[in-house]
DNA sequence: CTCGATGCAAAGTATTTGCACCTAT
DNA sequence: ATAGGTGCAAATACTTTGCATCGAG
């Protein structure tokens, strides 16, 4: 298994992304290439209003309505995951094959620290089985206080 | 362990409220008390509006404003936990000394299903150790189909 | 050429807030 | 008496939608 060069990761989004919309008959706008190059730039965890601002920052030009669509087809076709912080607007990551990953959430900085934990997994599925409940996904968060945070409350 | 009469459960509900008001100096106003009723009427998850909507229907009087105050209160002092569901608006449940279950949520109905699973929360601890964090609380919710739209899907 | 897409502004939701009046303590 | 509480309506924050126009296939 070798590791995906960044640019073939990206080209593979855009695939994916092109697959999606042929079969739904949708098209490939300048506007949807836009977003999807700016989405794919970075690795972090982002929300609507981010994005608007970064490509207004670059001087490229798409409107609100056509981030928060474009978003929504994103995941719907399994490019993107809307993973929620207990705020009331939704933030997005990106999907990378099967990988999946939960979050520890710092109610002092806020910071986000990803964990996988196989062992979660696998009992999920088993009390899934045990409610004969078929299971398409799933969010675990844990909120608290990170290692820093921890510390500056001690003081 | 004896099980503690319905009666019981609500006088503690009470008790534990009136403790929190006097500990921050608020008062227990006949809106608070009408809401503190209805919250620990039935133990189904509610939503503020489903709220709203069952107090006006039993004639008494309370304003929006001041259910999304109380619910807020709630919460703070420990009674109620928020808990999502993917939807944009808040669902709250009751919290039952130290017991914490998990939810597995029906894409097909909406029903919800609320599991334990002790192994699951022992991880969940080994994972804050491994990264340092304290963890104060967290959230897992399940979403795919129950059995009965499984079934549905297939016919 | 045709139907889906875009931008804009208006409409929705869910929740919070400012303020004048009210009431528990 | 005096903070804190309440209702109301207006304000907020995020997201969706209607519609005239635009552009990908």
């Not at 079969?23 to 949807?32: A, D």
């Not at 490229?60 to 809307?82: D, F």
Request: proline residues 1%; contains cysteine; aromatic residues 8%.
């Amino acid at each position: 298994m070798s590791k995906k060069s960044a640019l073939q990761e990206n080209l593979s989004y855009e695939q994916k992304f092109l697959e999606y919309l042929k079969s739904k008959g949708l098209r490939f706008t300048t506007e949807r290439q836009v977003i999807l190059n700016w989405v794919f730039k970075s690795h972090k965890h982002f929300e609507a209003e981010d994005l608007l601002m970064d490509i207004r920052q670059s001087g490229e030009r798409v409107s609100k309505a056509t981030i928060y669509r474009t978003l929504n087809l994103l995941v719907n076709c399994g490019l993107l995951r809307e993973v929620i912080f207990g705020e009331k607007h939704s933030h997005y990551e990106h999907v990378h094959g099967d990988e999946h990953h939960d979050h520890l959430v710092c109610n002092g900085c806020g910071k986000i620290i990803e964990f996988t934990e196989e062992e979660i997994e696998r009992l999920q599925d088993a009390v899934c089985l045990r409610y004969r409940f078929l299971p398409a996904s799933h969010r675990l968060q844990i909120q608290g206080l990170c290692h820093g945070c921890q510390r500056a409350v001690k003081e």
